[in-house]
């Protein structure tokens, strides 16, 4: 999507962050704009900041994790504006900092919490795509979907199991669905940021104490509250960043090229550990190797 000017973009999670960031880039390039957010003070607050800079924008309700929540404010965006060009699977949150600054293992995650993060961040993806995919099809394709993954979502260091694993299948998703929407000309991109300013600790807190019980941080000894790191990248730039890669159809977006080496000792792993065939002789049919394949890699 070379001409960006005019067209109308959904950010969830807009309120605040990376994807406050992308609006006012996007803002920036003359892009109307819809703020979904969960958090309705801070969206108000959003708004009323976007529209002091002279940009066209409109605050919807959306709780990412419930498909009406989904549609009503799909319906409501497009009653606004119409159809929408662009959309940003960006809300989400974290796992949750411990107090004490020990790692949060596995073995010592709540249930309940691990099904939150996988709620917010991957079935919020997934319904994301459901809800506007078809309608992106339906008026001839010519969209874009950016789903916010993280750097996470390509190496997953101890102590982040339940964060790193949700973001890889946002990960997953995103080429899976790249290559499923490349003949109907929606681009689909992951974006893998690495430190960025924003409140993520804070509205994550929010959300656990909200949907696992108020007291739920105190009791496990999570924080609740963090201020902005400034040592971290401005979400400014990552939006700037996300508005070439949108123009360029970019598959993986990369604010933080800083983490190549650890990406690539990946994949040194991996291949280190690809030898002989379990079953001498023995290798999977062609069949199977072309189903396996996906073109959007190339
Ligand atoms: N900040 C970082 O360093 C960093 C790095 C990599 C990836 N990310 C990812 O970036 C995305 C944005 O996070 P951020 O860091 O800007 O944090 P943020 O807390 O500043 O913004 C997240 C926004 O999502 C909203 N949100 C949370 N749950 C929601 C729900 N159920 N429905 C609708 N909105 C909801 C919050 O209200 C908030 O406005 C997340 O997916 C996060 O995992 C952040």
Request: aromatic fraction near 8%.
């Amino acid at each position: 999507m070379e001409q960006v000017q005019g067209k109308i973009a959904f950010i969830t999670g807009g309120a605040s962050g990376i994807g406050f960031g992308m609006a006012q880039a996007f803002g920036e390039a003359g892009m109307k704009l819809v703020i979904a957010d969960v958090d309705v003070e801070r969206r108000t607050a959003a708004i009323d900041a976007l529209s002091k800079n002279g940009f066209d924008c409109h605050g919807v309700d959306l709780d990412v994790r419930s498909a009406a929540s989904w549609t009503a404010a799909a319906d409501l965006a497009e009653a606004r504006f119409g159809a929408i060009d662009i959309l940003c699977n960006n809300a989400g949150i974290g796992q949750g900092r411990r107090t004490d600054g020990t790692r949060l293992l596995l073995e010592a995650t709540d249930e309940e919490l691990f099904r939150l993060v996988f709620d917010i961040n991957v079935t919020g993806v997934f319904l994301g795509a459901r809800t506007f995919v078809p309608r992106m099809v339906a008026r001839g394709g010519a969209g874009h979907i950016v789903n916010t993954g993280s750097m996470a979502g390509l190496i997953a260091p101890p102590g982040l199991a339940t964060y790193s694993a949700s973001k890889y299948a946002v990960t997953a998703l995103s080429e899976s669905l790249r290559a499923e929407l490349a003949d109907r000309h929606i681009g689909v991109s992951v974006l893998c940021p690495g430190g960025v300013q924003s409140r993520l600790e804070t509205t994550s807190a929010e959300r656990r104490n909200q949907q696992l019980g108020s007291g739920y941080d105190r009791e496990t000894g999570f924080l609740s509250d963090r201020p902005i790191n400034p040592e971290m990248m401005d979400p400014i730039a990552v939006g700037r960043h996300v508005l070439r890669a949108i123009r360029n159809n970019d598959l993986y977006i990369f604010p933080h090229p800083e983490y190549v080496d650890l990406i690539a000792e990946r994949f040194a792993a991996i291949q280190r550990n690809i030898g002989l065939s379990a079953q001498d002789g023995y290798t999977d049919p062609d069949w199977l190797l072309a189903a396996s394949r996906n073109p959007a890699y190339s």
